[in-house]
């Protein structure tokens, strides 16, 4: 029997599976790039007004770094510079998350042994996941040229542009797969995968904003920016890529066929053989997740200090009056002389990244009901309620924790660089303090998802904290909500370099709203049956 026997089976069988996720990702960036083609053609309706803003994005590191590469007074090069940064890193995005799912998650599982039973070759599942995640990926690529070339793009163009966001989705794909074959778990395999990514964009960002050009040429995510679609074409770059893609795999299958089914490659650090400390539900869920939330807290500490250290960008950028400069000043409201309002946008970034963080403790939630863990300390005394009441205990204060890391690190490194430390420190602990309410908010709304309809409870997660990010950092600032829309709960912290008064409000009705949304949850959890 061949090693790929069964290749074409469990491709469909993924396709089945991937039919409720992938339509949503290719949505969203075909969204995100008519968004961005629609921005630039409402704000700078004029070849005067693109040509001023392409010499201010020119000017300033820090702006010409969010777009990446070199940036032309033409619509086509103008929108896919805005939108580049966001679509080849959720096309990667995808592949990370749809490969992990299809290999190491269904190890996790016990899925994987019951399929490896049949007619099945030891390396048709990793091929089979690793060609339907290049599979989403082209989707969302040719989904993007499509629209593009329907409204009047140069055809060459949008083509290249689609293959760049196809080709970051390839390479991530490769990226997983590996880790998929490293990790024990798909948790720490997602780990590994989104941390690389992570580190390929700083990289890139870098990058452009210092003028090293070799990070760019390092970062897998940079070279889909180095493409350089409505330019020139680097089509060459595509080659690159590809050629990451399949040594990536080539490592995946040699590690594959060195492990056992439901093994890692990393060795697994031993526990202790007992221990009196598990003597609650927090103490548990807290065992659980500690690790978890140290490689957070690290994660946020390093984003918080990078753009901590733009700040002296931003002075720059306010010290060089031009239209995007007014535009940005009108629209936050705040003087041109408050630097800390401009770096406190900053710190909202890494609030609605924070959210995220309860998303997945409540994910975790289901994760344990459907392995069974759950139901075998559910045979001890320990109540269904206490169980889960454990979890978020746990969520809500390192959700807390994660976001005074932030302020902390973040007010710090500003006040030695721009600002005053007496003065703006406690301004950044108080104010990132502030929006712990908000990521609560998202968070219950996934609780009483899981709750109430247990088995959509994880697209509708997703689901929330996308819209939420969405629309207050994307479609919002678009539009002139620099403050997020009305719709998501973050729009409703005060910037605290505002010059307001604090008023306790928005975080108190927050609060509410949170109780209420986390009582339904539970209260339904309470009810309905148990790992179903």
């Known amino acids: 029997m061949s090693a790929l026997t069964g290749t074409g089976r469990l491709i469909r069988l993924a396709l089945r599976r991937e039919r409720a996720i992938a339509p949503w990702w290719v949505l969203l960036i075909v969204a995100l790039a008519l968004i961005m083609v629609n921005y630039i053609t409402t704000r700078m309706g004029t070849h005067a007004l693109k040509v001023e803003y392409t010499e201010t994005i020119s000017r300033n590191a820090f702006l010409y770094a969010l777009g990446g590469g070199t940036v032309e007074p033409r619509l086509e090069v103008l929108a896919t510079w805005r939108s580049g940064g966001f679509l080849y890193v959720f096309s990667a995005f995808a592949a990370v998350m749809s490969v992990i799912r299809h290999t190491r998650g269904e190890e996790d599982g016990g899925r994987a042994e019951l399929v490896g039973s049949a007619a099945v070759g030891r390396r048709a599942p990793l091929t089979a996941a690793i060609l339907v995640a290049a599979g989403v990926s082209a989707a969302c690529g040719l989904a993007v040229a499509v629209v593009l070339i329907g409204i009047g793009f140069e055809p060459v163009g949008s083509l290249a542009y689609a293959a760049a966001v196809a080709a970051a989705g390839w390479v991530f794909g490769g990226i997983a797969a590996v880790a998929a074959q490293l990790a024990r778990n798909a948790r720490t395999a997602t780990m590994i995968g989104l941390s690389v990514l992570a580190v390929s964009y700083v990289m890139r960002y870098a990058g452009d904003a210092t003028g090293q050009h070799y990070l760019i040429s390092l970062s897998p995510i940079g070279w889909s920016h180095l493409v350089r679609p409505y330019q020139d074409e680097r089509w060459w770059m595509l080659g690159l890529s590809i050629l990451a893609g399949i040594a990536l795999l080539a490592v995946a299958y040699r590690l594959r066929d060195r492990r056992d089914l439901g093994a890692g490659i990393l060795p697994e650090r031993l526990g202790p053989a007992g221990t009196t400390r598990l003597r609650g539900p927090i103490s548990i869920a807290w065992r659980l997740h500690r690790s978890l939330l140290v490689a957070w807290a690290a994660g946020v500490a390093f984003f918080a200090a990078a753009g901590a250290g733009l700040s002296p960008f931003v002075r720059d950028l306010l010290a060089r009056p031009s239209v995007v400069t007014d535009g940005i000043i009108t ?176 975080q108190a009705a927050l609060l509410i709203i949170t109780a209420i949304l986390l009582y339904g949850g539970l209260l339904t959890l309470r009810r309905r049956d148990f790992g179903r």
Do not use: K
Request: aromatic residues 12%.
């Open 331 to 506: 629209m936050l409201g705040m003087p041109a002389a408050a630097i800390g309002g401009y770096s406190w946008y900053l710190i909202l970034i890494l609030a609605y990244v924070v959210a995220l963080y309860p998303v997945l403790m409540t994910l975790r939630l289901r994760e344990e009901e459907t392995s069974g863990r759950a139901e075998a300390v559910q045979a001890t005394p320990l109540t269904r309620l206490r169980w889960a009441g454990g979890h978020l205990v746990v969520a809500g204060f390192g959700t807390a924790a994660l976001m005074a890391v932030a302020g902390l690190v973040f007010g710090t490194l500003f006040s030695v660089l721009v600002g005053d430390l007496s003065t703006d420190l406690p301004r950044f602990l108080t104010g990132s303090l502030s929006m712990v309410p908000a990521a609560w908010c998202v968070g219950a709304v996934c609780v009483l998802a899981y709750g109430l309809l247990p088995r959509a409870g994880t697209a509708i997660c997703w689901i929330a904290w996308i819209l939420t990010a969405a629309s207050g950092q994307v479609v919002g600032p678009l539009y002139g909500l620099w403050g997020g829309s009305p719709l998501e709960p973050f729009h409703y912290i005060p910037n605290p370099f505002g010059g307001q008064p604090f008023n306790v409000g928005p």
